[in-house]
């Protein structure tokens, strides 16, 4: 999505340079740089966060997970969740 992006701000900035020296160039430039967005913006994956926060409501620690392996990171985090709750209770 960022390359897409960062094409655009190109087309955008330099448009009527490119357009004066070549219509097309810029007509294939723009069709690229929304290609790249929609392609960027279709194959990313979802990042899933966990954080967990200190008695005094500080973050103590940030847990993250990209990929198929969902369930062994909420079994995981569900274990660290456990964990926390016993220490609290001394």
Do not use: C
């Not at 390359?3 to 955008?12: F, K, N, T, W």
């Not at 020296?21 to 929609?38: D, E, N, R, Y």
């Amino acid at each position: 999505m960022v390359p897409g992006m960062v094409v655009l701000i190109g087309v955008v900035i330099f448009g009527e340079k490119i357009y004066s020296h070549s219509p097309v160039g810029f007509w294939i430039a723009l069709a690229a740089s929304f290609a790249g967005m929609i392609l960027g913006f279709v194959s990313t994956k979802r990042i899933k966060y966990y954080r967990y926060h200190h008695e005094s409501g500080f973050p103590a620690f940030d847990l993250s997970e990209l990929g198929n392996k969902r369930e062994l990171f909420e079994s995981f985090s569900e274990l660290i969740d456990k964990q926390i709750t016993e220490s609290k209770r001394g």
